[in-house]
């Protein structure tokens, strides 16, 4: 699971949820596992980030890291 994956734009990864833009993707075997796929999320986990820590104080409104 991604929290911040809903803004990957990825075909792969299931929506969850709208508030917190958390994605997933589920496997059976490992050999399912696409590597480039993997790395590629993981890259982009790294640069796309939402400011979950002042979630309270922005009154439940989400904004983006720069």
Known sequence: MFWSGADFD?????VKGQKFKDVSIF???????NTKD?????KKSRE??????NLI???????RLK
Not at 57 to 63: D, I, V
Request: no cysteine; glycine share 4%; charged share 40%.
């Open 38 to 42: 993997l790395i590629r999320w993981l």
């Open 57 to 63: 104080k922005r009154k439940g409104k989400l904004e």
């Open 48 to 53: 796309i980030q939402w400011d979950y820590k």
């Open 10 to 14: 990825e075909e792969k990864l299931n």
């Open 27 to 33: 496997y059976n075997s490992v050999t399912e596992v």
